[in-house]
């Protein structure tokens, strides 16, 4: 069978509370990234990304936030529902590379 | 609806018997991608193709091959699986390498 696989980070919250999600990456020369959403079963689902030209990208209910001086990325999720229960991945390339390495994933519970 | 079509979903093989798992895609998009992903760890890519051309992970097994006969579909060959293969596998594409991935379902492979 699957060998056992590493615990992952856990953010409780409450519905309707704001969620921040956040990411450390180590490659200097990255300049595109992307969140991933992540159900029990399915394959990741696109959020938003945002590219090394930018530090803040809004979407509807999220946010992205790049702090490249220290390498660190973060997903804001407003007013969070039951339905974003999920694994989250944060992910990242530099444009030549032409492929994604995701980093360690939180899981993100939502109390009713 | 354009998308990302995985097959089979579930797949049961023998230890060392040989199984191929498909992906194809209505997107005409020019990356295809493979990742593994064990539980609770994130997707680590295996290889990709941008259109004919095969890019390999340095750390792939040489038990994992692929192959991609035209834009539409790409196969995912173990030759002889082991129980550490176990895992979700996820065919992914992208138009350039340089936008989001959008991932098909998975296929969920069990060696006994």
């Known amino acids: 069978g699957e060998s056992v696989g590493l615990h992952l980070p856990t953010l409780s919250v409450q519905e309707g509370d704001n969620s921040i999600i956040n990411c450390a990456y180590s490659?200097?020369?990255?300049?595109?990234f992307i969140w991933y959403k992540q159900e029990s079963g399915k394959g990741p689902q696109f959020i938003i990304d945002?590219?090394?030209?930018?530090d803040k990208r809004q979407g509807q209910r999220v946010t992205v936030l790049l702090n490249k001086t220290v390498k660190h990325l973060s997903l804001q999720i407003a007013a969070t529902q039951p339905g974003d229960s999920a694994v989250y991945f944060c992910?990242?390339?530099?444009?030549?590379?032409?492929?994604?390495?995701f980093g360690s994933g939180t899981r993100l519970q939502v109390q009713p | 609806d354009a998308m990302v079509i995985q097959n089979p979903r579930y797949q049961v093989t023998q230890f060392g018997k040989p199984v191929t798992l498909s992906c194809s895609q209505t997107?005409?998009?020019?990356?295809m991608y493979w990742y593994q992903q064990k539980s609770s760890q994130a997707p680590k890519l295996l290889f990709h193709?941008?259109?004919?051309?095969?890019?390999n992970e340095a750390d792939t097994p040489d038990n994992f091959q692929s192959r991609r006969p035209n834009t539409s579909f790409c196969f995912l060959d173990i030759r002889s699986p082991g129980l550490g293969d176990a895992a979700m596998y996820l065919c992914?594409?992208?138009?350039?390498?340089?936008?989001?991935?959008?991932f098909g379902p998975g296929t969920r492979l069990t060696v006994l």
């Open positions: 992914a594409t992208s138009r350039e390498g340089t936008d989001p991935l959008t």
């Open positions: 945002i590219r090394s030209n930018m």
């Open positions: 997107l005409n998009h020019n990356v």
């Open positions: 992910a990242e390339t530099d444009t030549g590379r032409r492929a994604l390495t």
């Open positions: 193709y941008y259109d004919k051309d095969f890019n």
């Open positions: 490659n200097s020369a990255s300049d595109y």
